[in-house]
Structures are given as structure tokens and as C-alpha cells.
């Protein structure tokens, strides 16, 4: 099965879409190309690691995409504090990065079965 199968990924691009335009007319560089970085590495290391051929490097790079979705998370939360983002909208993207990491958990769990 290829990545783009994949639910994590289908999921984490949508919301890294939705990130990108959402900040699209955002000033504040710094953080916009921070929360942008981080949402956009979630299904760029997940794609990356569908691609490697040792199971070990796919665990790895689940692992970064995994660490990348907290990171959006805390960013998530941090502009919801300083009015970035609205309550509703940061919610939905908050629910829907612990859903993405619990995914990615369970793609580490049944490749780390394999090894």
C-alpha cells in the first residue's frame, strides 16, 4: 500500500492545508512559518518513511512525523492564546493532532511487530 493510503496521511495533509491558508495573509513570519514547517512535516515524514525500505527507517520517520504533531499542537496552542487562532477552530485542529498521533502510534506499533 502506498502512503497516500494511508489515513494518518490523508488526514495530516488535509489539516496541513487548512493550516496553509488559514495563515496565508499572516504578518508574524516567525510564527507563521513555524506552525506551517511543523503541519507540513507530519505527512512529509510520513510519506518519507513509507518510502524507506528498512523497517527501522520507516519506525524512525513515523517517529519524527509523531514529534512534529506535538509540536503543531503546542503552536496550535499558543496562537489560539495570543488570538492567531480562533477557540473553534483551534479545537477542531487540536482533536484532530491527538487523532493523527494516536494513527501514527498505531503504524509504529504494527511495524515495530515486523522487526
Not at 520507516?58 to 504533531?69: C, E, K, M, P, V
Not at 492567531?84 to 509504529?108: H, Q, R
Amino acid at each position: 500500500m502506498g502512503f497516500e493510503q494511508l489515513e494518518a496521511w490523508q488526514r495530516s495533509s488535509r489539516l496541513c492545508t487548512e493550516i496553509y491558508k488559514h495563515f496565508k495573509n499572516v504578518k508574524d513570519f516567525g510564527f507563521k512559518d513555524q506552525i506551517t514547517r511543523s503541519a507540513l512535516s507530519i505527512p512529509s515524514n510520513i510519506a518519507e518513511g513509507e518510502e524507506r525500505l528498512s523497517v527501522k527507517d520507516n519506525i524512525l520517520f513515523l517517529t519524527y512525523a509523531r514529534g512534529s504533531s506535538a509540536e503543531l499542537r503546542t503552536q496550535i496552542y499558543i496562537g489560539l492564546d495570543i488570538d492567531y487562532i480562533d477557540k473553534e477552530k483551534a479545537l477542531i485542529w487540536i482533536k484532530e493532532t491527538k487523532e493523527i498521533s494516536a494513527m501514527i502510534v498505531g503504524l509504529i506499533n504494527s511495524k515495530k511487530s515486523k522487526i
